[in-house]
């Protein structure tokens, strides 16, 4: 009985000690975990900001906004608008606190200036409406709520053939905890020629290097022991075949209710599964060793938290 409590203390010291090490190799890159994108290129990015959050929707039917908002009959509605057909993509941009929204719109409208771009209708401030109307009923992104007075909106055309031409809708909000945002939805009629929410291996690698973790993004586990159909591994795949000199970590954390050697045996199961996946898609098993940590890494940035996988370099 005794040595069985000690073979069980050693083993919980080892799988912490293991924990620690592997919490000091992703939380020492915690603000690097978020995938660098790229620009799309109708719209370069004002200076000092980044990219936090990227969406792509294929063939939508979609109301471009062409006048202020307001509420009739409970339903948010612009006198003004105007329906497309295409495919959207929808860009977050954070911007530094030293800038005001004020700055970040007229780059915005400069930028539109040079590049022949056609304004079809713009506002700011209390003049635009509701902000939680802009956030909740029209872009349906919360974080987009501030203060009326700190909003900004201009509706734009990419070109001179009006019914084929890309169009763009953004939206500038300074919230009430000074965090400034740029929000843009670019709208391909004759569909996307660029999608930047897929990352090119070369990217991802450029990435990884430089950040020197990254969390794996489009897989999700139906059980412990299985991902669901509709995960893809491709980029991740992509990224490996890219530069065969990486040897990475695989990191899983898993929380719950459940206890920690619990969380940290699901956890690592789920890192197994992963590192096998690989290999059967003809990865060097020698490049790769998973580790599961449970619950003892929480640090995460905004976007990615709670149950995730991580590539950390070796």
């Given at each position: 009985m005794i040595d069985s409590l000690i073979q069980?203390?050693?083993?919980?010291?080892?799988?912490?000690?293991?924990?620690?090490?592997?919490?000091?190799?992703?939380?020492?890159?915690?603000?690097?975990?978020?995938?660098?994108?790229?620009?799309?290129?109708?719209?370069?990015?004002?200076?000092?900001?980044?990219?936090?959050?990227?969406?792509?929707?294929?063939?939508?039917?979609?109301?471009?906004?062409?006048?202020?908002?307001?509420?009739?009959?409970?339903?948010?509605?612009?006198e003004v608008s105007e329906r497309l057909r295409g495919d959207v993509t929808k860009i977050v941009y954070e911007v530094s606190e030293e800038f005001n929204g004020q700055d970040v719109y007229d780059y915005f409208r400069e930028q539109l200036g040079e590049r022949g771009y056609t304004e079809l209708f713009t506002c700011?401030?209390?003049?635009?409406?509701?902000?939680?109307?802009?956030?909740?009923?029209?872009?349906?992104?919360?974080?987009?709520?501030?203060?009326?007075?700190?909003?900004?909106?201009?509706?734009m055309r990419a070109g001179q053939q009006a019914d084929?031409?890309?169009?763009?809708?953004?939206?500038?909000?300074?919230?009430g905890n000074r965090r400034l945002y740029a929000y843009l939805e670019i709208?391909?009629?004759?569909?996307?020629?660029?999608?930047?929410?897929?990352?090119?291996?070369?990217?991802?690698?450029?990435?990884?290097?430089?950040?020197?973790a990254i969390v794996i993004t489009d897989i999700e586990f139906e059980n412990d022991l299985a991902l669901t159909s509709d995960s893809d591994l491709s980029a991740v795949v992509g990224l490996l075949q890219a530069d065969p000199s990486l040897r990475i970590y695989l990191v899983a954390h898993l929380s719950g209710e459940a206890d920690l050697d619990a969380l940290i045996q699901r956890s690592q199961q789920r890192a197994n599964v992963l590192r096998q996946l690989l290999i059967g898609r003809g990865v060097d098993a020698n490049r790769i060793i998973a580790r599961g940590i449970g619950p003892l890494a929480p640090a995460c940035n905004a976007e990615v938290c709670g149950d995730r996988v991580e590539i950390v370099l070796q």
């Open positions: 069980t203390r050693v083993y919980r010291s080892l799988v912490l000690t293991s924990a620690c090490i592997l919490l000091f190799l992703v939380n020492s890159n915690a603000r690097g975990q978020a995938v660098e994108f790229r620009d799309h290129p109708l719209l370069d990015r004002f200076p000092d900001s980044e990219i936090t959050e990227v969406e792509f929707d294929q063939d939508v039917n979609y109301r471009l906004v062409l006048s202020s908002l307001q509420r009739t009959r409970g339903l948010v509605s612009p700011a401030g209390r003049e635009c409406g509701s902000s939680n109307y802009w956030a909740n009923d029209i872009f349906r992104n919360r974080i987009l709520y501030g203060p009326e007075r700190n909003q900004f909106y201009v509706a084929m031409a890309p169009h763009i809708a953004l939206y500038i909000i300074t919230r709208i391909e009629v004759g569909g996307a020629e660029t999608r930047i929410d897929v990352m090119r291996p070369a990217d991802l690698v450029t990435t990884l290097q430089s950040q020197e």
